[in-house]
């Protein structure tokens, strides 16, 4: 791997938050970066002695679906054959009441969210919807709107038939000041997973009065349960069938894909679904007997320095890294610190509930305990990982065949996203969607999680993904039956996202023909 690459995937925040002072203070810091930082050191030393005595590849059902069960779940979202009543109430009234804005906040997948949240409620009010745009974060410093990452008139038509969908708002409209009439609606405004009577009682009278309601951030702020059946339909329509990415990520995408895969493979339904026209065969090496296509595993680190100090858990760092985190959260996060001094929690209580994000170290070993080979190759998807190369020595030391997509991608392919991290984000989300297995640390990720819920719906029941028990994590005997366990596929349960959990009569459709054969 490219010590270059991996130098720009490491090194990011936790060097940016200090100043250098001098020469002597650099040396010492590129000596500290030479040092694995860890926390389970005899863990890693026997998962070393292991991996040592283990052949070079891994078990080959570790890349298989465990459950037959979880191929009889069929996509319908987009479908219309049986007409329930629920979808007779969803046809779109040629009568609106009025226009919908969203400036939704939050990074790639936060904006994913928010979009089809707000395809529901305009379908709920019966309201035309303005195409989303997305508010510039300090944490993401990204200035892309929704045609940088989407393709507008795909978005478009492919939704008309149940709702109304412009670009901008009338003429006559542009002129209003929507906050000063009392049309604009904040997060603090609406409860977190609002039930769908509250925008009837709250927003539909102003929406009547003003013909026009502004949802200002719009962050998780419409629930899962209870919601009428069409409206579920329509989230679903909207997230794994009217969202797709612009030509330029998908053909950079594929050819992510391409350079992982290295030679031909068979087109799956992930790969069209992911990349349209721009299917990575052209231009591949031919398979053969020999020389077949990668497998690989793709592994979301969500371990950036905004979900660390965010989690208030501790990492092995002392006070050093006691002291660095608060001043973040200080910063970024002044809500979260007023609720740490009304309502103290300690770091050891959170790690013992599982609440912790998986370390790079943490995740190595349960990789590892799964039955994963160090000749297992990994594509390593994420931002800037908090604490530097120190953080990720353990994992390279594990599973030296990881890659990421500044290894696989030249400088010139990736300058038109580099200043933008949703669009750096959309090539992972890429990768992690089409890999052959998909492993998640850190279970209340939007990126994994609606990675998990695309593979569920588009991969056939053949697209494994792994969800490891964090509360167990030192008992790595266990692991491979926990993450086993966690690859049982159900119906969505009650609450649960269905982006994540798309198993559910609204989304998805189940073969029972099939389920009967045994």
């Known amino acids: 791997m490219m010590f270059s690459a991996i130098h720009h995937f490491c090194f990011g925040h936790s060097s940016s938050v200090k100043k250098s002072k001098g020469l002597q203070r650099n040396n010492d810091e590129d000596i500290a970066e030479q040092t694995p930082k860890m926390m389970y050191k005899r863990l890693l030393s026997l998962a070393l002695n292991e991996s040592q005595l283990q052949t070079q590849y891994s078990s080959s059902g570790l890349w298989d679906e465990p459950y037959r069960q979880a191929s009889l779940w069929k996509p319908c979202a987009n479908k219309h054959e049986e007409t329930s009543q629920d979808d007779i109430k969803s046809t779109r009234s040629e009568k609106q009441n009025g ?244 309502n103290a929690i300690s770091p050891e209580y959170l790690r013992k509930s599982g609440k912790c994000p998986l370390t790079p170290e943490e995740a190595a070993l349960v990789l590892s305990a799964a039955g994963f080979n160090p000749g297992t190759y990994v594509y390593l998807a994420g931002s800037r990982i908090y604490g530097g190369k120190s953080r990720m020595l353990p994992l390279m030391r594990l599973f030296p065949n990881l890659v990421t997509k500044e290894d696989l991608l030249t400088e010139k392919e990736l300058a038109p996203f580099k200043n933008f991290s949703s669009q750096m984000a959309a090539l992972d989300f890429i990768a992690c969607a089409a890999a052959d297995v998909f492993a998640m640390t850190d279970t209340g990720s939007q990126l994994s999680s609606l990675v998990s819920g695309f593979r569920a719906y588009h991969g056939g029941g053949a697209a494994p993904t792994l969800r490891p028990d964090k509360k167990a994590l030192q008992l790595l005997g266990r692991v491979k039956r926990m993450i086993h366990e966690g690859q049982r596929p159900h119906a969505r349960r009650r609450g649960r996202s269905i982006y994540r959990e798309p198993r559910s009569p609204e989304c998805m459709c189940q073969d029972l023909t099939e389920a009967e054969i045994p």
Not at 198 to 220: A, S, W, Y
Not at 267 to 295: A, C, V, Y
């Open 99 to 342: 226009f919908i804005l969203v400036s939704a906040n939050g990074g790639l997948n936060q904006q994913r969210v928010a979009v089809c949240n707000a395809v529901a409620v305009a379908s709920l009010l019966n309201a035309t919807l303005v195409l989303p745009k997305f508010l510039y974060s300090s944490v993401w410093k990204d200035v892309s709107q929704f045609g940088d990452i989407y393709q507008e008139e795909y978005f478009i038509d492919f939704l008309k038939d149940d709702l109304n969908i412009v670009r901008e708002l009338p003429y006559r409209l542009q002129s209003l000041g929507i906050e000063a009439i009392g049309s604009q609606i904040t997060d603090a405004d609406l409860g977190k997973e609002s039930e769908p009577i509250h925008f009837i009682e709250k927003v539909l009278p102003l929406l009547l009065r003003n013909g026009v309601v502004h949802f200002l951030g719009f962050g998780n702020r419409l629930g899962f349960d209870p919601l009428p059946s069409h409206l579920q339909r329509l989230r679903c329509k909207c997230n794994f069938h009217a969202l797709k990415f612009v030509p330029e990520i998908q053909e950079t995408g594929s050819l992510l894909v391409q350079r992982i895969r290295e030679y031909n493979a068979k087109t799956s339904e992930l790969d069209l679904q992911l990349l349209g026209d721009h299917i990575p065969s052209r231009h591949m090496k031919e398979s053969s007997s020999s020389n077949r296509p990668k497998r690989y595993l793709a592994l979301h680190l969500r371990f950036e320095v905004d979900m660390v100090a965010y989690s208030l858990c501790s990492f092995g760092g002392g006070e050093d890294e006691r002291r660095e985190l608060q001043a973040y959260r200080e910063i970024h996060f002044p809500l979260l610190v007023q609720r740490m001094a009304k």
